[in-house]
């Protein structure tokens, strides 16, 4: 009977599972208006500019890009070694678990 639940506890998980979500989407939220709240309307402080004066832009095709690829190639290695592993497959999910850690190294 190992991993089965009662019922209360099943909806005590459901209940945190939706609560995390809720509280992810209200974090991203914030982050994102704030961002555009500055940047559409910059208040006085900032010299009514955006960026504000004396700090530069990063190029969007430079580090953001390869963070992103980075993290988009790690979220495929560890799918590779998850379907893997639930294939059976050892020696794929340790391929995929390996190249997980090496990306991020």
Not at 1 to 21: C, P, T, W, Y
Not at 78 to 104: E, I, P, Q
Request: proline fraction near 4%; avoid cysteine; hydrophobic fraction near 55%.
């Amino acid at each position: 009977m190992n991993g089965d639940h009662s019922f209360e506890v099943k909806r005590a998980l459901s209940h945190a599972m939706s609560a995390f979500i809720s509280t992810e989407i209200l974090v991203f939220f914030s982050i994102f208006w704030a961002y555009f709240h500055s940047a559409l309307a910059p208040a006085i402080e900032l010299g009514i500019s955006w960026p504000p004066i004396g700090i530069t832009k990063l190029d969007a095709t430079a580090l953001p890009l390869f963070n992103t690829l980075l993290l988009l190639a790690s979220g495929a290695a560890v799918t590779y070694g998850h379907h893997a592993l639930v294939g059976g497959s050892r020696a794929g999910s340790l391929m995929g678990l390996g190249l997980t850690l090496t990306l991020a190294v």
